[in-house]
Structures are given as structure tokens and as C-alpha cells.
């Protein structure tokens, strides 16, 4: 592990944290000195830190998280580029909890780690021109689709946050050129659109500036790789949970592949629901037929998915709990693939590909999910007493996002592992299958966006982000809906809008 101390985007120091001595390095700036020092030593934890915070610096806080290869992590209170970022990028990566460590690229230059090999892998994508804290974000956010995992660390300082140390922050020129360099042009008009709507300031100097950068194409690819022992990891056992309403044939055909599995789950938690008041279980099979793992059936007239899935995530007792849907085909290595994958990365929670037939998985290497998938993934179970199911968006949209949301706000970062899969039969009787009424369908005015989705980002993202979104939208639904005068279409977006935000607010009180 080698330690580059820099001041002002200059090379103060670099120390081989192993040995204690210092190095020699000809290049002056901090960049291109970790590059020099990455050729030198490709197959070593590179560490840079701000002279000014080598007194807190927590060197054996590093070192424990350097247990993947394909690791970047940094910490400062808050990010290098404002708020305005939200404006053109609808992803949780955006909203930080400082408090926990969180998956984004954004990165600082006061400290933070990545190991030299990945680290080459971006010498044609930075520019020695830039701040050290604009290439820090270049790299991640070019990395973060290829594989590089990059987090916000807390605990690489010890706390609490030096009060003379104040962190660098972008010009509005240089939000300009990152986005014009990571995200298509239209981003950058639409960012320059925003600010003049909502802000009243109309950069276009800056926007201007920026049209003579290129776009970043970085298409290395960085593979998952672990740096620790899996031998040493402790035991692994898993609960799944199953939601199911009339599928019958379905849940049994679920349980026979889980019966078959070379690793099995130590209990299977189905909650089957029901409507009507005098109806019974029909999932006569849980008693007729012998299971070679725990059954935990619970019966229940009241439906939904987030009531049904709350009530069985109550029932999970081992280490993991596999979150699956009812029409769910499972080959018989599945749960061993999940319980290598788990332990060998030491991850958290994972989502896996879940296709239909004759689908084709585009994904081909381990990233950061945006999303979770709610009948397709495992996470740790010590989680779960933080975290539920939002109810207040049943029989809606975004429960799953939202789901996720509070699991990367407890710290868990959700992997989505391609190579693993999961048959999604997508079977006829879907849907929420049963007829639900929201209060806001007989309004005089309808909600636009649905209330559900206003209040999953009400919950889950910044002011920016929302007004984004709301831009987006503006023009997107121009052309699905029969207004076609612009001023009268603006009025009438802007109630529906707005009565969406008083669903969303109605909703929020019952959560």
C-alpha cells in the first residue's frame, strides 16, 4: 500500500506504507504521479490523502476495505460538483448518506484509494489540465459501468471532519464540461434549460465553453476479483421468501426446483393472499407432499405486495433471505452459485439477471444496480430491522426502488451479477391480479406523474433530480396527450403536477 500526500494538486510525499520508505517520483502533479507509481507497482492499493489530513487519516480503515480489486473509494462531506448534476442524472448514486458507506461517483481529492492495475486503465481518459478532484470523478464515473465498484467511505477519516479543512468545489464551467464529456449533448441543453427555469441563471458561456470537449469512451473492462480468503468467511444459510396470490401450479413448480437445489435454504417463507373473506388455502401440497426444508405458510385475505412481502421478511431467521416472486424457474445450482458468489466477494446484497425466455442478457459484468429487484435478489439479513417495504406505495410503482434506497441508506450496496440467473415465466395472471381503487382515479384533476412515483422521489431524490424529472416529463407526455396548444398544455401539466405532489403528501402522512 503506497501513500501520496499532495497540496494544491502538487506531489508532497509518497510512502510505501509496507516498508516505511519514501519514493522517488519525477512527475509533479498528484495525477500523473499515481499513474507513475501505478506502472511502478500495478499490483498494489494506491492511497492519496491531502496534507492536511494525514493527522485523521485511518490507515487501517483502508486497508479493510480493500477486500475487491475493482474498488474505488473516497470521503468528503460533500461532493465536488453541486447540486445542479441532479438536473440531468436520475440515479440513487446522486443523494450521498455520508453517515454509511454509499455506492456514487463522486469522489474527493482528500482522501481515497484505488489499486494500481485498475487505475492504468484510465490514463487516456484524464487530463493533467483538470483538478485532481475532476479527474477523480472522470475516472469514476467512466469506471462505474464497467465494473469499478466506487463508494463514499466514511470511516477513511476519523471523525468528526477537521472544521479548518475546506473541500474544493467545481465552476459552473466545469459541471459544463463533465457533462458534455460523460453524458450525451442533449444533457448539456437540457442543463443549461433547467438552471434558466428553475434558478433563473442562464450560464451559456459556460455551456458554450464546453461543446468543444469530447466525449469520454472508456470501454476497458474491470473484472470482479477478490483480494481476501473466502475459507475464512463464517457459515452461510438462507430463508426465501415467496408472495403469491392464484398461482397455484406456479409456487409448486417453484418448490420442486428448490427441492432439487444442491444447497438448500433452510426455510421457505410463502405468503399466500386471498381476497375473499370465505376462501381457503389452495396450496394443499405444503402438507400433502414432503419438503426437505422448512415450510412457513401464512394465509391471508389482505393483498399486496409490499403488505405480503413485510409480513414474511418478518419470518426470516438465517444470515440471508432470497426475495423471489412466484413465477420463478430456478436450476439446480442456483443457491450454491448465490452462496459462492456471496462469500467469495463478501458482498451485501445482489440482484441477478431475470429473464424471460429467449431473452437476452446485455449486462455481461458485475455492477452497481441503480435499481433492486424485488423477486430477484439476496441481501444480508442483519439489514432487515431497519428496512421494509413502503406500503403507502402498494398497488403503485417504485416499492422496489424505494426498497433499495433504504438499504443503500443503511449501508448496502446492491451488485447486480449477470452470470447469475433466475427464469422469470412472467405467468399470464400478473399484474397486481386484483382491482384497486387509489382515491386520486375519480379526481377531477388525474395526477401526473402516478402519486406512488411522486413519493418514491419525494423519498429518494434530490430537489434537482425532481425538477429533472419533472422537465423530462413536460416533453415526453407532450406528445401522448391530446393537448396540443403549448400554453394550455403548460397549465394543465402544471395541475397535474401539482396534484400529484398532493397525493404524494397524502400518501407520505400513512406511510
Known amino acids: 500500500m503506497i501513500l501520496l500526500v499532495h497540496k494544491h494538486n502538487k506531489l508532497l510525499n509518497a510512502t510505501d506504507l509496507n516498508s516505511g520508505k519514501s519514493l522517488n517520483i519525477c512527475q509533479k502533479t498528484i495525477i500523473k504521479s499515481m499513474f507513475e507509481v501505478a506502472k511502478l507497482h500495478p499490483e498494489t492499493q494506491l492511497i492519496w490523502c491531502d496534507y492536511r489530513l494525514t493527522e485523521v487519516l485511518s490507515v487501517s480503515a483502508i486497508k479493510s476495505r480493500f477486500h475487491l480489486k475493482n474498488l474505488m473509494f473516497s470521503y468528503g462531506p460533500s461532493p465536488y460538483f453541486s447540486e445542479h448534476i441532479g438536473y440531468i442524472e436520475d440515479s440513487p448514486f446522486l443523494k450521498v448518506n455520508p453517515e454509511v458507506v454509499y455506492p456514487t461517483w463522486f469522489m474527493s481529492s482528500a482522501v481515497g484509494g484505488i489499486y494500481g492495475s485498475n487505475l492504468l486503465k484510465f490514463e487516456s481518459v484524464i487530463n493533467e489540465n483538470h483538478s485532481f478532484d475532476f479527474n477523480l470523478n472522470t475516472i469514476a464515473k467512466s469506471g462505474m459501468k464497467q465494473g469499478l465498484f466506487c463508494y463514499s467511505v466514511p470511516d477513511l477519516i476519523q471523525l468528526p471532519w477537521p472544521e479548518h479543512y475546506a473541500l474544493p468545489k467545481a465552476s459552473i464551467s466545469e459541471l459544463f464540461r463533465f457533462v458534455k464529456m460523460h453524458y450525451k449533448t442533449r444533457w448539456s441543453a437540457l442543463l443549461l434549460f433547467n438552471m434558466a427555469i428553475y434558478e433563473n441563471r442562464i450560464p451559456f458561456l459556460a455551456f458554450i465553453k464546453s461543446i468543444f470537449y469530447k466525449k469520454v469512451n472508456f470501454t476497458e473492462k474491470i473484472v470482479l476479483e477478490a483480494l481476501v480468503d473466502s475459507d475464512k468467511l463464517s457459515p452461510f444459510s438462507l430463508d426465501i421468501i415467496i408472495p403469491t396470490i392464484g398461482r397455484k401450479t406456479f409456487v409448486y413448480d417453484a418448490l420442486c426446483d428448490l427441492r432439487q437445489q444442491t444447497y438448500l435454504p433452510k426455510k421457505v417463507v410463502i405468503v399466500e393472499q386471498n381476497p375473499d373473506i370465505e376462501s381457503e388455502s389452495e396450496l394443499d401440497f405444503l402438507l400433502t407432499e414432503a419438503w426437505p426444508f422448512e415450510v412457513k405458510h401464512i394465509f391471508t385475505h389482505k393483498t399486496g405486495a409490499c403488505y405480503s ?70 441481501i444480508s439479513s442483519q439489514y432487515l430491522k431497519n428496512v421494509k417495504f413502503n406500503e403507502a406505495l402498494e398497488f403503485g410503482y417504485g416499492e422496489d426502488v424505494d426498497f433499495g434506497m433504504q438499504l443503500r441508506n443503511q449501508g448496502v450496496d446492491i451488485i447486480y451479477m449477470p452470470q447469475i440467473k433466475v427464469l422469470h415465466l412472467k405467468a399470464p395472471i400478473g399484474g397486481f391480479r386484483m382491482k384497486f381503487e387509489h382515491p386520486w382515479e375519480n379526481d377531477n384533476v388525474k395526477p401526473k406523474p402516478s402519486p406512488t412515483v411522486m413519493l418514491n422521489r419525494i423519498l429518494n431524490t434530490t430537489r434537482q433530480q425532481i425538477l429533472g424529472y419533472k422537465t423530462t416529463l413536460f416533453f415526453k407526455y407532450y406528445k401522448q396527450q391530446h393537448i396540443k396548444n403549448p400554453f394550455k398544455y403548460y397549465l394543465n401539466f402544471k395541475k397535474e403536477w401539482n396534484r400529484s405532489e398532493y397525493w404524494a403528501k397524502q400518501l407520505k402522512t400513512k406511510a
Open 309 to 378: 412481502r413485510n409480513l414474511a421478511l418478518k419470518e426470516v431467521t438465517s444470515e440471508w433471505v432470497f426475495l423471489a416472486d412466484d413465477d420463478n424457474r430456478f436450476t439446480s445450482d442456483l443457491l450454491d452459485t448465490i452462496k459462492e458468489t456471496i462469500n467469495k466477494f463478501q458482498l451485501k446484497g445482489i440482484t441477478f439477471s431475470y429473464l424471460q425466455k429467449n431473452e437476452i442478457e446485455s449486462q455481461k459484468l458485475p455492477i452497481q444496480w441503480h435499481t433492486f429487484g424485488a423477486g430477484s435478489s439476496v
